[in-house]
């Protein structure tokens, strides 16, 4: 919700390595070598690396019935998930003080485990919504059901969030984004080839399925005219790579001429109903709000509550019943592949993880996690810090005005490790007899989080990411950068393995992130986090000029052997994986071994700095989930976050002898470097 950059990574699910003696780096207590094994010797390092370092991994790796890929990256992990389960599991069973994190944790995965319960209840949950839709006389009434279900998570037409003023970033405010429809992005309403044609269809048999299911007649009829309302508003959508520009998505209005710009959505007694006292607000994109302002006098009440009835169910399928969650699975699978249902089990602790995460963190952090890996991750943090000032000092294309500039934006960065300082609290009652009331419970709950942070100044202690999960991120309009503990395990972080391992692994995520504060978006927000200019324009128009060149490369590259990646959505990552992968070696050669030459398992010690980048990206995605990626996600496929830097980076000419005549070779002067 918040304009956070992820460095979204899990843990690989195979077994990537194993452990023998080794020469002590600075960052081990006992002996342990990772032994780089399936090697593709045929493969040449300059033709495709990633390949070469995970083409036997790749053949062998068999994705799972209930996933939609294995290995790295964003899939949710056995190991890490089999570790929540155990909590949940254990503290489910026992009697618990009411109100301790235990037990809402605990009744909470215990009440969703109940499918018998859930099964007998139908659509009894939910019929109450239905009428309240049902009930509605006018306009008013179909803003007034909006704005009131918000409180409870369920946002359709509108979507209010809380974070910085981009002016004035001591203070939240409330915006309004885009928003209502059913399918990932805008695109997918209007694209002609086969393989969206079929996703179309899938949705439009899933609206009629919802239909059904709550006994509606003429469902396909149905499905139809709400599908042909969310592509009116999809039309009224920018694009993702419009909405890279920060700028042009700000556009601070009074609720006074708003009233007077959209008399049909009432924006005084939207907000009245959603408790916010506010003057002004922040409309993201005006042209959505312009669209469904026109739109709520053109199209029929009537069909504007079957648009309400669709989306109040989807949005509670999967608390719902069996028949409600078989149907959404059976459009996610042709979005993602999937080939089935993951376990209740697996359901429930996601769904803990994501509502009453940071109470499950908790009891994580105090089973799972080690104070060293903390302290360490802090101490490399720092060292990188150190390293970027020195690389935007050399910087050839950077006047000195504009480094002092991004020096001072570079050391303001809040650095969090590991889990928060101050833990955020769920104030809720958890019945593990009632699993539906329950989530809707933690959505009121969350909602009222936010709500009381609006007209305020940022909470700084608040994380976006709960401590388990295996991810890190940035976020500009607090200028932090977050790793939480989930990250900090192997094959990214290992407090014994060698300094190429985890300089290459966690050194690469560090680079990153630290880069995202001068990305394509990043470069945008000035050290206090306020959209701000703390450029010269030569040297705005030199990184353009730099940026533009990622842009056009990445543009080229394909997955599937036809689908082009998009250079311009993917952008502000392909810059963060160039800079990271240049800061992280930077930082390895200050240490003793990324000064030494001696090998180890047969590999020099760049050479296992480059082979670790490589394994850190080992996945295999299922087709129809890579394209819906390559669509809809800021990052490029992982083969291309090995292959696309390391096009560039001449220390990795120099390790594996790269020359001209292998296919990804590049002449020294056409590889591409910003920071």
């Not at 020469?23 to 002996?31: I, N, R």
């Not at 409870?152 to 974070?163: I, L």
């Not at 199209?299 to 969650?325: C, E, G, M, Q």
């Not at 360490?376 to 006047?399: G, P």
Request: glycine content about 6%; overall charge negative; aromatic content about 12%.
């Amino acid at each position: 919700m918040k304009n956070l950059h992820y460095f979204p990574i899990l843990i690989c699910l195979l077994v990537c390595c194993k452990n023998e003696p080794s020469l002590k780096s600075e960052s081990q207590t006992v002996d342990r070598t990772v032994v780089f094994e399936g090697i593709t010797d045929s493969i040449k390092p300059g033709d495709n690396f990633f390949d070469r370092v995970n083409r036997t991994w790749f053949t062998e790796a068999v994705i799972a019935e209930d996933q939609v890929g294995v290995g790295s990256y964003r899939f949710l992990n056995i190991p890490q998930q089999e570790l929540l389960k155990n909590i949940l599991q254990e503290v489910s069973q026992q009697e618990n003080p009411k109100g301790s994190i235990e037990q809402k944790v605990g009744d909470f995965y215990a009440s969703g485990m109940d499918t018998l319960s859930i099964d007998a209840r139908g659509i009894t949950p939910i019929q109450p919504l239905l009428d309240q839709i049902e009930d509605i006389k006018d306009i008013s009434g179909i803003m007034d059901f909006v704005s009131i279900q918000i409180k409870s998570g369920d946002y359709s037409m509108v979507s209010p969030y809380v974070s910085p003023d981009q002016e004035n970033s001591s203070l939240n405010i409330l915006h309004v984004a885009q928003s209502g429809l059913g399918m990932p992005d805008r695109d997918y309403y209007f694209q002609e080839d086969a393989s969206v044609k079929s996703i179309q269809e899938a949705y439009k048999t899933y609206l009629t399925s919802l239909f059904e299911l709550v006994g509606e007649r003429d469902a396909n009829a149905l499905a139809a005219i709400v599908y042909g309302i969310e592509k009116q508003l999809a039309q009224a959508h920018k694009t993702r790579i419009d909405r890279r520009i920060i700028k042009e998505n700000y556009h601070k209005i009074s609720v006074s001429d708003l009233d007077k710009k959209h008399p049909n959505l009432g924006w005084r007694s939207i907000l009245t109903n959603l408790g916010a006292e506010i003057d002004s607000l922040d409309v993201s994109q005006p042209n959505y709000y312009d669209t469904l302002n026109k739109l709520l006098t053109k199209v029929p009440l009537a069909h504007w509550k079957l648009y309400l009835k669709a989306h109040s169910i989807d949005s509670h399928a999967n608390i719902l019943s069996t028949p409600f969650r078989d149907a959404a699975f059976e459009y996610s699978k042709v979005l993602s592949g999937q080939a089935q249902q993951q376990s209740r089990a697996k359901q429930m602790v996601r769904r803990v993880d994501d509502q009453i995460g940071f109470a499950l963190g908790q009891l994580y952090v105090k089973r799972y996690f080690k104070e060293d890996a903390k302290k360490r991750a802090l101490d490399l943090v720092n060292n990188f810090q150190k390293v970027l000032e020195k690389r935007i000092d050399d910087l050839d294309w950077m006047s000195d005005s504009t480094k002092l500039k991004a020096k001072d934006k570079l050391y303001a960065i809040n650095k969090k490790i590991g889990y928060p300082d101050v833990w955020r609290t769920y104030d809720v009652v958890i019945d593990r007899d009632k699993f539906f009331e329950n989530v809707v419970a933690l959505q009121q709950d969350e909602y009222q989080y936010e709500l009381k942070q609006l007209n305020r100044a940022p909470n700084r202690d608040e994380w976006h990411t709960t401590p388990s999960t295996v991810t890190a991120y940035y976020n500009p309009s607090l200028n932090e950068i977050v790793f939480p503990a989930g990250i900090l395990q192997a094959p990214y972080f290992d407090l014994y393995a060698d300094d190429a391992v985890n300089y290459g692994g966690i050194g690469m995520v560090i680079g990153h992130e630290f880069t995202h504060a001068f990305d394509d978006q990043g470069a945008q927000y000035d050290k206090n986090g306020n959209v701000a200019n703390w450029w010269t324009d030569d040297d705005y128009t030199q990184f353009k000029a730099r940026t533009q060149k990622i842009i056009d490369q990445y543009s080229d590259f394909k997955v599937l052997d036809s689908i082009h990646l998009k250079g311009a959505l993917t952008v502000g990552e392909n810059t963060a994986d160039n800079a990271g992968i240049a800061i992280a070696y930077d930082a390895f050669k200050l240490t003793e071994q990324g000064r030494d030459t001696t090998k180890i398992g047969g590999f020099t010690p760049d050479q296992r700095f480059f082979l670790s980048i490589a394994r850190i990206w080992r996945v295999k995605m299922r087709e129809e989930f890579l394209r819906n990626y390559v669509m809809t996600d800021p990052h490029s496929p992982p083969i291309w976050r090995v292959n696309g830097p390391l096009m560039n980076f001449t220390p990795f000419y120099e390790a594996f002898n790269v020359k001209p005549g292998d296919r990804n070779y590049k002449p020294e002067a056409e590889r591409i470097k910003i920071w």
